[in-house]
């Protein structure tokens, strides 16, 4: 069974553009968080998306959206990127939110 | 302030050496995960709990719900467990939120 599929897995951008993270998860598997990682901050919750709709969303500025598709594969796209955006992005599948979490491997992302 | 808290930050031991982890929390949970990263990134889940106790091979973690408070403990530990290890709570359906993690450095 293929794992939690996160594309690209690097990404450089500059400041003021927008950039968007795709998550493949296990096949059958609904639920799909996303999370930034930090050396500063460590790891924080962005969004949680079970069967298209949004369950739960962290403390960050609107720039950051997400969304899941009917296919369960998620995107979260940041808006306005600023150098403190500059970080890896996790993306975490399961069955659902009260199971096991299964991450991707990231996408690190460098603005610059 | 953290609503998770882990200790030790950094722990280095010797091959073979008995190893915990410890995680406490503030509030009544739904699931404690934990968590192992590996330098380069990947997580691997190695387990979730709501109560008593798991084993997986050399790795077992306990929870005490009264306490608000976990463990992780490694037997016989190897220099391939080195990583950190990262508490994570839930509180219903709420957001997962997790603690600073622990660094392990297993010397041979």
């Known amino acids: 069974k293929a794992g939690v599929t996160q594309t690209p897995r690097y990404l450089i951008k500059t400041r003021g553009q927008q950039v968007t993270l795709s998550c493949s998860p296990i096949s059958g598997h609904r639920s799909v968080s996303w999370y930034q990682q930090t050396p500063g901050q460590g790891l924080q919750f962005l969004f949680e998306y079970f069967s298209e709709t949004q369950r739960n969303k962290g403390n960050f500025p609107g720039r950051f959206s997400g969304r899941q598709f009917s296919n369960s594969r998620s995107e979260m796209n940041v808006s306005t990127l600023e150098l403190g955006d500059s970080a890896l992005y996790l993306c975490?599948?399961?069955?659902?939110?009260?199971?096991?979490?299964?991450f991707g491997n990231g996408t690190r992302l460098t603005v610059t | 302030k953290n609503e998770v808290e882990q200790s030790p930050q950094n722990l280095t031991a010797q091959e073979g050496e008995f190893i915990t982890i410890n995680c406490s929390y503030s509030v009544g949970i739904s699931a404690l995960h934990w968590l192992q990263q590996h330098p380069g990134g990947g997580i691997v889940s190695l387990f979730m709990?709501?109560?008593g106790k798991k084993k997986h091979g050399r790795l077992i973690a306990t929870i005490n719900i009264q306490e608000k408070h976990s463990s992780l403990h490694i037997t016989a530990s190897h220099p391939r467990d080195s990583a950190v290890y990262i508490c994570?709570?839930?509180?219903?359906?709420?957001?997962?939120?997790f603690g600073t993690g622990t660094r392990l450095t297993i010397i041979p």
């Open positions: 994570a709570v839930r509180v219903g359906n709420e957001k997962l939120t």
């Open positions: 975490a599948s399961s069955l659902a939110d009260s199971r096991a979490l299964h």
């Open positions: 709990l709501s109560s």
